[in-house]
């Protein structure tokens, strides 16, 4: 679990730096990332005992059109928008962006199940949105301490 933390700090930095000193291509970076990320993982099954089950999910239209669907718009779609924000801004800011994550997912629940949010829900919300609020613009209701186009990227 450090491990993959670590990796993932360090990836935002390292990505930084492909940006700005070797002008890498966001959507370059993105495809080639998630499909070596794929190819591994891939790898790393078929060395296990049940490597049959690989093409498993592709037996079952409903969960092969769920994981088109989760890689589409939420693995793609999660890693694009981390690094056009890490491009456009910085991995500090990207990051600290990422973590609204909760919020959105408890507004699709409370949508999705047609339920009144619980106290907790609506003090969790409050509390991430006023947090990343006063670290994007240092508590001035005037300005951004980040650049605009990292916000837009983020909330799509």
């Known amino acids: 679990m ?9 990836g935002g930095t ?4 492909l940006f700005q000193q070797y002008h890498v291509d966001v959507n370059w ?3 080639v990332r998630l499909l070596i990320a ?6 790393v099954h078929f060395c296990g005992r049940q490597r049959a089950q690989i093409w498993t999910v592709w037996k079952n ?5 769920s994981l088109v669907i989760f890689g589409l718009f939420g693995m793609l779609a999660v890693q ?10 910085n991995a500090a800011v990207a990051t600290l962006l990422q973590y609204l994550a ?13 339920t009144v949010p619980t106290r907790n829900d609506f003090i ?12 994007l613009t240092n508590g001035s209701f005037s300005q951004l301490s980040v650049p605009p186009g990292v916000m837009f990227i983020l909330f799509l």
């Open 29 to 31: 970076l993105v495809t």
């Open 2 to 10: 450090i491990i993959g933390a670590a990796f993932w700090g360090i």
């Open 14 to 17: 390292v990505s930084k730096k």
């Open 61 to 65: 239209r409903k969960a092969a059109f």
């Open 102 to 114: 909760p919020v959105m997912i408890i507004l699709y629940l409370l949508a999705r199940r047609q």
């Open 124 to 135: 969790s919300v409050i509390l991430a949105l006023v947090g990343c609020f006063l670290l």
């Open 80 to 89: 694009y928008t981390y690094m056009a924000s890490i491009h456009y801004g």
């Open 38 to 43: 794929g190819l591994l993982l891939l790898a």
